[in-house]
């Protein structure tokens, strides 16, 4: 991983070269956090605004405001395409062993993007934590046969999956007792490629199954490799997001060597692009530099929007479908759908 060596070398020399020009730089009336976030005067509005929470008699005073605001956005669903004619399936797998870089909001919302476009989707939540799985409205404390089941052979895939309340988009829950599996599945004779054994009777059922993995390069994520077609890294606009990515690159190299030949990087995604910070344009600068065909054109930004819509169990795209967050999965959709 030379090259990645290389890369994450030059972008600390730049940064750190950043900072110094900052400290010597600094203007009177710039507030110091914002010095040390790289925070310009000109671009402190680049995204949506950041509500301030109220507290005491303005926080009553807003709350029939606020419930008026949700209803508005949550009752307004988009049109949904007509289904489209079945051809093949592509296993799409989310993967980054950094959590917090955006994956399940990844997995949740592109899968709800395909859906409106008129795919069937399966969104396959591998997760123990379960986030992909409330994030479409279940709640995995109350799933008693889940993902873990059929990994385990004692339940088949069918009976696992269920609707959402998104037309055309599937489920196959996670529960907390996934945990176990990372443990159970090490003395299970072909253990890596339990995952797309299971998920063999879905093809030509599916237009897509997206596979959510948890974070971490276990038994779990390397199964979501070893039955994927494709993979998508979500990439976080920070610097330590980039500190896993070689050895995630490398685990992708291992497994197309050993268990899948035929997986292949559908691409990079930037996620979580705040444009009032230097390091975000950066990072996705550098990125793209390094990785010039990986990167997808669509960057997805840090949005409230987005933030929120997991609290409500739906996808941006039926919780804010004209938020900035919104647009952005759906035009990842849209090139998702392009590079098939």
Do not use: W
């Amino acid at each position: 991983m030379g090259l990645l060596s290389s890369f994450l070398s030059l972008f600390r020399g730049e940064e750190n070269k950043g900072k110094r020009r900052r400290g010597q730089n600094n203007s009177k009336g710039v507030p110091e956090e914002a010095k040390g976030a790289g925070l310009t005067l000109d671009s402190q509005d680049a995204v949506e605004d950041e509500k301030v929470p109220k507290t005491g008699s303005e926080q009553a005073s807003g709350d029939e405001e606020n419930q008026s605001e949700r209803e508005r956005i949550t009752t307004s669903a988009p049109e949904v395409a007509p289904l489209r004619p079945m051809t093949t399936t592509r296993i799409l797998a989310i993967a980054n062993q950094k959590g917090g870089v955006g994956k399940t909001t990844t997995a949740v919302n592109l899968g709800a993007s395909l859906a409106l476009e008129g795919y069937k989707i399966l969104l396959v939540d591998i997760d123990p934590q379960g986030n992909a799985t409330s994030g479409l409205g279940v709640d995995p404390g109350d799933v008693e046969v889940c993902i873990y089941d059929v990994l385990m052979k004692r339940a088949e895939l069918k009976s696992v999956i269920r609707p959402t309340l998104i037309e055309h988009l599937f489920l196959a829950p996670a529960s907390f007792r996934l945990v176990g599996a990372q443990v159970e599945l090490v003395s299970i004779m072909s253990r890596e490629t339990r995952l797309r054994e299971v998920l063999d009777p879905a093809k030509g059922e599916f237009h897509y199954i997206i596979v959510d993995c948890p974070p971490s390069l276990g038994l779990l994520t390397v199964n979501a490799l070893t039955a994927a077609d494709e993979l998508i890294i979500p990439v976080q606009c920070e610097y330590y997001a980039l500190e896993g990515l070689g050895q995630l690159l490398e685990s992708i190299e291992e497994v197309r060597k050993y268990l899948n030949t035929g997986l292949r990087l559908a691409g990079l995604l930037m996620t979580m692009h705040d444009s009032r910070t230097r390091i975000a344009h950066q990072v996705v600068e550098e990125v793209k530099r390094y990785f010039p065909n990986e990167v997808y054109t669509t960057i997805i930004p840090r949005s409230v929007r987005l933030s929120e819509a997991p609290s409500f169990g739906q996808p941006i795209t039926h919780y804010d479908a004209l938020s900035k967050g919104a647009i952005a999965y759906k035009n990842l959709a849209k090139e998702v759908m392009s590079h098939g």
